[in-house]
């Protein structure tokens, strides 16, 4: 199983226990393993969007 497989099997569970389903059409981008040291999505819920507004420390 990838990385992103495993990635889409929690975030099935995490769906199911917080009730937030994700409709993500475009966007996904796949990091190799250690690059990806931190992240920090956006938290407003009102807006419909997710995305990361830290990643590795620097703001996108």
Not at 1 to 23: A, D, W
Not at 28 to 40: N, R
């Amino acid at each position: 199983m990838t990385n992103y497989q495993k990635f889409v099997t929690e975030l099935e569970k995490l769906s199911v226990k917080y009730g937030v389903e994700l409709k993500a059409i475009g966007g996904v981008y796949i990091w190799e393993d250690g690059e990806l040291e931190s992240i920090e999505y956006t938290k407003d819920e009102t807006s419909g969007d997710l995305y990361a507004r830290k990643i590795n420390g620097e703001k996108n």
